[in-house]
């Protein structure tokens, strides 16, 4: 079992930075690929970033990419997501997850396949 807690949404405008943490219960973290999804009102959850297990891979949709940096400390059980040039289509709740399945991006981009989801945490992006 792992339990998910984001926090450092928030409000800000356009061309801010944010940063993201999820912090992750349980021993079996570093076993575990991490992902970003946001969504906004009447949306469907949408990928942003994901991690592998080791950190050596990482994913990005084409809408964040060179923008948001994803990173993750094993010895402290976090993922990070760190958003810079926001713009307000970021708008959304974003969640993190954890997957214990496959290492690649058609899994990792895909909601359904993560095991454990968090409570979500909202960022506002204003123009």
């Known amino acids: 079992q792992v339990q998910l807690v984001e926090s450092g949404g928030g409000l800000v405008q356009a061309g801010g930075s944010l940063r993201l943490s999820c912090a992750a219960s349980g021993r079996t973290f570093s076993t575990y690929a991490m992902g970003w999804f946001r969504q906004a009102p009447g949306k469907e959850r949408e990928f942003v970033a994901a991690?592998?297990?080791?950190?050596?891979?990482?994913y990005y949709s084409s809408s964040v990419k060179g923008r948001f940096t994803i990173s993750r400390d094993n010895a402290k059980n976090t993922v990070y997501l760190q958003m810079v040039s926001l713009k307000p289509e970021d708008t959304a709740v974003y969640y993190c997850?954890?997957?214990?399945?496959?290492?690649?991006?058609?899994?990792?981009?895909?909601?359904?396949?993560?095991?454990?989801w968090g409570q979500g945490t909202q960022v506002t992006v204003s123009s």
């Open positions: 991690i592998t297990w080791s950190g050596i891979s990482k």
């Open positions: 997850g954890a997957d214990r399945g496959r290492d690649n991006y058609d899994t990792l981009s895909t909601p359904h396949e993560y095991d454990y």
